[in-house]
């Protein structure tokens, strides 16, 4: 994960997530896949699909006819078509993660029509799309899954419920990096196994959960205070004996058994004489 799009904000509640990216990079896989982990995180979830309506253009075009829906509605066409259909389904999916207070996770948003937009080469629709989109608020977070547009071909062609050109893929795929809103994206590198993908994901999306859902957020790990140690392992400290006088000579007479031999019975007492 090459760049990350936001601060971490514990207290915020996570509103609206959104993937976007070339076809083939495994949006909707992992959308689905952020929506239930979010979900048995305790934080519910609804998996929200804002599809332009392309895939759809593309098979009425083939029913009549025509190779694609460029060639059956023109490319402005094609451009408003997708603006609107991708308006509207980013509108419903808002309105209803309103009402029910779940957690929006965008299976594409309005950064991919802007990229679709330059991508057709129709620049001036992307201020009229812009103009409609900003109704719309900016996602908490917004993850580009970069992949190689070969990679993204060859997904494609396996899964074989569309095709897309390799021009068209490598076209979409600077169209992206080209956005203004690309430094606040946060990129992963959607080449990497579907489970890796998912991985990456999740562990910079756990930063927004709340500091209940993570015991240990905001918590930093510090040493415990040192022990005091017992009474007998404390060092005692033996002051240097300070230079004295010379006392005088002391006699000593005893009045009984000499000092060496008593034994503690009847010992009489010690006579102390200073000599002048």
């Known amino acids: 994960m090459a760049r990350s799009s936001g601060i971490r904000r ?19 896989t992992q959308a689905h896949r952020l929506a239930d982990a979010l979900t048995a995180a305790g934080r519910p979830a609804t998996y929200r699909r804002n599809a332009s309506g392309r895939r759809w253009l593309g098979r009425l075009a083939h029913r009549l006819g025509r190779p694609d829906a460029q060639r059956l509605v023109g490319r402005d066409g094609v451009l408003a078509v997708e603006s609107v259909l991708r308006w509207l389904a980013i509108a419903a999916a808002l309105l209803s993660c309103l009402l029910t207070g779940r957690t929006a996770v965008m299976d594409r948003y309005s950064a991919c029509q802007y990229a679709s937009i330059r991508a057709h080469g129709g620049h001036r629709w992307e201020r009229l799309a812009r103009a409609g989109y900003r109704l719309f608020p900016t996602p908490q977070v917004t993850f580009l899954l970069a992949v190689d547009p070969a990679e993204a071909y060859r997904r494609i062609e396996q899964r074989g419920t569309d095709h897309e050109t390799m021009g068209w893929l490598t076209a979409a795929d600077t169209a992206y990096r080209d956005l203004p809103e690309y430094p606040t994206f946060v990129l992963v590198d959607a080449g990497r196994p579907a489970e890796e993908v998912t991985e990456q994901i999740q562990a910079h999306l756990a930063t927004w959960l709340p500091s209940a859902d993570r015991p240990d957020a905001g918590q930093t790990p510090t040493a415990s205070p040192p022990a005091e140690p017992l009474p007998s392992e404390v060092p005692q400290q033996v002051a240097s004996p300070s230079p004295v006088a010379e006392p005088p000579s002391v006699v000593t007479t005893a009045a009984g058994p000499a000092a060496g031999e008593r034994t503690g019975r009847g010992a009489g007492p010690l006579v102390a004489q200073a000599r002048p």
């Open 10 to 28: 514990d207290k915020a509640r996570l509103r609206t997530v959104a993937l976007i990216g070339i076809d083939g990079s495994g949006k909707t």
